[in-house]
Structure formats: structure tokens, C-alpha cells
């Protein structure tokens, strides 16, 4: 009895265990079908992701060719507004020497005017003493 008592007691030890291990199993199954659907989620948001940055990257490059295409008209601006100064300059320094030239020319007038009104001055004095002279 007591070796059937003994060999109940393994065969009931290997039973516990094998419902352990079957237990064991559906736990492991039950954790990778979530570990499963985890996975497709990440999965789904790492494809979300994906098309947003490709959108984003898309964007970016048309902005880019829009910031290009507009630097190229403002070059070109610059070079035509750079082009009408240097002309305007130059423009400029022309009529500064002819202003020049003028003053100098008015200045040359004005120094032959005080010559010939001193000179005239001296005359008109010389001609007063002739004439006080005569009345004497």
C-alpha cells in the first residue's frame, strides 16, 4: 500500500506538473498575442510616421524651390537696382563738376567785378578831384 501510496503520490506530482507546463503555455501564448498586437501598433504608428515625415519632407522642398526661385528674382533686383545707382552716380558726379566748374567760374566773375568796380571806384575819385581841382 504504502508503494502504491508512493507511486499515486509521483503520478499526481506529474500531473500537477504537466498542468503547471499547460498553464505555463497558454500564459506565453496569451503574452505573445499581446505582444503581437503591441507590435502591429508600433508597427501602424511607425508607418503614420513615416508618411507625416515624407509629407513634411515633401513640403520643405517646395518651400525650398519657392525660397530659391525667390533669392534668384531678388538677385536680380539687386543687379538692376545696383545698375540704375552706378548710372545715378555717375550722373551725379557729372553734374557735381559741372557745379564745380560753375563756382569756380562765378567766383572768377566775382574777383574781375570787385577788380573793375575798385577800378572804377578809383576813376570815379580821380574824376571828383579833377572837378574839385576846376572849382577852385
Do not use: H, P, W, Y
Request: glycine share 2%.
Amino acid at each position: 500500500m504504502a508503494a502504491l501510496r508512493d507511486e499515486l503520490a509521483v503520478r499526481q506530482g506529474a500531473l500537477s506538473a504537466a498542468e503547471a507546463a499547460l498553464a505555463d503555455r497558454d500564459a506565453a501564448a496569451k503574452e505573445l498575442e499581446a505582444a503581437k498586437a503591441e507590435a502591429a501598433a508600433i508597427k501602424a504608428d511607425a508607418v503614420k510616421a513615416n508618411g507625416e515625415a515624407k509629407s513634411a519632407n515633401a513640403a520643405a522642398k517646395n518651400r525650398e524651390a519657392a525660397v530659391s526661385v525667390a533669392e534668384a528674382a531678388l538677385a536680380d533686383k539687386v543687379k538692376t537696382v545696383e545698375a540704375d545707382l552706378a548710372v545715378r552716380l555717375k550722373a551725379c558726379e557729372t553734374l557735381e563738376a559741372g557745379q564745380a566748374k560753375l563756382t569756380a567760374d562765378l567766383a572768377a566773375r566775382s574777383a574781375k567785378l570787385d577788380e573793375d568796380s575798385a577800378a572804377l571806384d578809383a576813376r570815379i575819385k580821380a574824376f571828383q578831384q579833377k572837378v574839385a581841382n576846376l572849382s577852385v
